[in-house]
Every structure is written in structure tokens, then in C-alpha cells.
């Protein structure tokens, strides 16, 4: 089978799927794609990062303390799994002053991505739409505080772009104020329709953290002629998160008695136009 939710759950419990065969080679075309994509035409730096990180980390990108009962922590070292490569990415000028002519900066990491997912038990937790492991291709931009706007429209654009590629139909959505997280200035989330489960599932959300982030990290600029150093602005995105786009390709791309045809865009990767089966 290419998705094996049974022996998942036998090796590490439930949220936690196993894809072989076709269904991991599916999983690794897209992170090759999308990597290729923001390197080769978005022109970001790719890192590859480590998989734990400090306490710090975590409260300078504002994942604890508000967050901390979602993450998966290791005793006694206090070091967390990533929540999402936007923590290393984002510290990687922790305690920096920058120079203005560095400015933006442009990263890009696939990581794998573990949350607890705390409460959300019976909610979407059977095959991919709800996991505790997931894989995500995560872009961060660090900017002037004058072009945050525009470093958004920019990053949310590249984002954009592996669902056109994939010419997987979307829509983006601006969240309202009592939605946003308490660290993020604006976010925009993009959502794609999954038929399984008639519902519109966000892949992505990109957003911009203003100076909330580089004041916790202390990340700053020293601006053009001199001055005091100024904080930076910090913008990241899923760019994507491959678990419910994968529901998404198969749903989709199934046709009776032909197996599910897979983009286009991705048969270079996979060496394969269909897969026989999800099972």
C-alpha cells in the first residue's frame, strides 16, 4: 500500500502514518519540487537544519510559552522537536545585528514537523488530515520594516505558486483579527477543497510577525549611514505542508480503472504518471 495507517500506528500510535512505495516516493517528489522551485526561481537559500531546539528558539519565534503543552519535548535536555522549520530558520540571526545591504533575506528548509496537536483527539485524526508528524517545505523572509507589506505579497505569491504548478485549485483567505495567532501582524491562510471530506483544508499559512519576533530573538539592522540598530521584520509561509495536499492529489487525480494520475509538474520527479493505488 502507499499509505498504511494500521502499521503506522503499530510502530509509533495513532498520528503518526506510514507511506511506502508509490506513496513515499510521492512525498518525497514534492519536497523535491517545491525545494527546486524557491531555490532555482524564487531564489531563496535552502538549509537544512537540526530537528531539535533550545528553549530560547522556541520563545523567540513565539512558540512557547503559549504553545508549549502542543510540542514535543525531550527530558532532561529541555530541547523540543520542530513545530515547523520556521523556529531554526527564523533563529538563525538570533542575538545579529545585520547590515542593510543584506536585507531581505530569503530561506527555505523541509523538515519534518511533530506537534501534539493538544485536544484534538477525534477530530480529523484518521489518515492525514490531523497528524502528529508531517512533512512541510517552510520559507522565511527577513526584511526592513518599510517592505514587510511587500515581502508578504511576495512570499505569499511563492507559496501560491506550487498550487499553480500543481495546478491544484485554491483560494487565499485573509484572516480576521480574532483569528490571528497573538504574535502575528496578518496572516494569509491558503486553502485547497478536499472532496473526501467537503471541506476547504489550509496548506499553507503566511504571515507576517512585524517585529514581535526579532524583538523576543533580538535580530536588528544597522541602517544605511549609520545609526542605532533597528529590529528587522520577519515573515514565514508554508510553501507547503504535504500531508493534506497529498489527500488532496489522490482524492482528486483518481479515475476508475486508471489508478490516480499525479501532476504533471511531478512526473519528472517520480519517474511515474499514476499510482495503481493509494491501498
Not at 532555482?40 to 528553549?55: D, I, N, T
Not at 487565499?172 to 483544508?201: C, H, K, M, Q, S
Request: charged share 25%; hydrophobic share 40%.
Amino acid at each position: 500500500p502507499s499509505l498504511d495507517i494500521e502499521r503506522g500506528a503499530k510502530i509509533a500510535g495513532s498520528g503518526f502514518p506510514l507511506l511506502v512505495g508509490g506513496g513515499a516516493r510521492l512525498s518525497r517528489a514534492l519536497v523535491q519540487f517545491m525545494l527546486d522551485l524557491h531555490v532555482r526561481e524564487h531564489g531563496y537559500l535552502e538549509v537544512l537544519p537540526p530537528l531539535v531546539v533550545s528553549r530560547d528558539s522556541m520563545l523567540g519565534t513565539g512558540h512557547i510559552p503559549k504553545f508549549e503543552d502542543d510540542a514535543y519535548r525531550t527530558d532532561p535536555d529541555d530541547l523540543f522537536l520542530v513545530p515547523t522549520a520556521e523556529v531554526p530558520l527564523t533563529n538563525l540571526h538570533r542575538g545579529e545585528i545585520l547590515s542593510a545591504d543584506d536585507l531581505p533575506l530569503a530561506y527555505v528548509a523541509h523538515t519534518p514537523c511533530f506537534r501534539r496537536e493538544a485536544g484534538a483527539a477525534g477530530r480529523d485524526t484518521r489518515g492525514l488530515l490531523r497528524v502528529h508528524q508531517f512533512d512541510k517545505v517552510e520559507i522565511v523572509r527577513i526584511c526592513r520594516p518599510e517592505e514587510s507589506e511587500a515581502q508578504l505579497e511576495i512570499l505569499t505569491r511563492h507559496a501560491e505558486r506550487v498550487l499553480e504548478l500543481l495546478e491544484v485549485p485554491y483560494r487565499r483567505v485573509l484572516l480576521p483579527l480574532g483569528d490571528l495567532g497573538f504574535a502575528n501582524a496578518i496572516t494569509y491562510d491558503l486553502e485547497i477543497w478536499a472532496p473526501g471530506v467537503e471541506a476547504w483544508l489550509e496548506v499553507s499559512s503566511c504571515s507576517s510577525y512585524g517585529d514581535f519576533q526579532a524583538r523576543r530573538s533580538d535580530i536588528r539592522f544597522r541602517p544605511e549611514g549609520g545609526g542605532r540598530p533597528l529590529h528587522v521584520h520577519t515573515l514565514n509561509g508554508s510553501a507547503l505542508a504535504l500531508a493534506r495536499l497529498i489527500v488532496v492529489l489522490l482524492e482528486t487525480g483518481f479515475r476508475e480503472g486508471e489508478g490516480i494520475l499525479l501532476p504533471e509538474m511531478l512526473h519528472p520527479y517520480l519517474g511515474f504518471e499514476r499510482l495503481e493505488s493509494c491501498r
